[in-house]
């Protein structure tokens, strides 16, 4: 079945630092990716999306690439922001055209001042 | 264009009650999805409903049910409720299902 697996968290980072989320993923086919972002007390806000192999992905700053010989959807940001502290989640739907997607665990990013 | 909505936004009951919980799609939206979010379990896949009908199923008891009326809302309803479905149920809409689906702000269940 399909899977995806982030680094578990928290990540705790400075300001302007320079932000990864891990994300690997185990789907047939040609899955499409996504990165979700969850703030306190609030649902699930789509960050970015790729849905073919060597696509970017980018929104606000963040950025991923579907990586498919790696099967991976890093995320990345060169400069955080105390205002992007919130938990991320790597999902995907496959390939077989239903909205079904599969979530990772979340990874909590906590940005200090 | 309003996002997806959903009522109530908190909820408490007790074990052995029952709870149905709304959740409104983007305009023009026709397929709906549900979602269980635990701090165990993190987020899992309940059913999708398209044009009325479930069109796919995730691995819940049969006491976790849902519908979807014509004007594309859609209900879930947990019947004998169980300490264990504390959650955050999310709602997520999307055009036709196979496109990208936006979530609602979810509905936070206590069962005591």
């Known amino acids: 079945g399909n899977s995806v697996t982030q680094m578990e968290g928290p990540v705790t980072l400075s300001e302007e630092a320079f932000l990864t989320i891990n994300c690997t993923y185990t789907?047939?086919?040609?899955?499409?990716l996504f990165w979700y972002v969850q703030y306190p007390g609030e649902g699930l806000q789509l960050l970015l999306k790729?849905?073919?192999?060597?696509d970017k992905g980018s929104n606000k700053g963040f950025e991923a690439t579907y990586r498919k010989e790696t099967t991976s959807f890093h995320l990345e940001k060169g400069s955080v922001q105390v205002s992007d502290s919130a938990v991320y989640f790597c999902?995907?739907?496959?390939?077989?055209?239903?909205?079904?997607?599969?979530f990772g665990k979340g990874t909590m990013l906590l940005v200090s001042p | 264009k309003a996002g997806v909505t959903q009522t109530p936004r908190y909820l408490i009951k007790t074990r052995g009650q029952q709870v149905t919980l709304s959740c409104s799609p983007i305009s023009g939206h026709r397929s709906v999805s549900w979602y269980q979010q635990t701090p165990g379990q993190g987020l899992q896949f309940l059913f999708e409903?398209?044009?009325?009908?479930?069109?796919n199923k995730g691995n819940f008891p049969g006491r976790f049910s849902g519908r979807q009326f014509s004007n594309s809302r859609s209900e879930m309803n947990v019947s004998t409720l169980e300490l264990g479905d504390s959650a955050l149920y999310l709602c997520?809409?999307?055009?036709?299902?196979?496109?990208?689906?936006?979530f609602g702000p979810g509905t936070r269940l206590l069962v005591l």
């Open positions: 409903y398209f044009s009325e009908t479930q069109r």
């Open positions: 997520a809409s999307s055009l036709r299902g196979k496109e990208t689906q936006y």
């Open positions: 789907a047939t086919g040609y899955p499409s």
């Open positions: 999902a995907l739907s496959d390939s077989s055209g239903y909205s079904t997607l599969t």
């Open positions: 790729a849905t073919k192999a060597d």
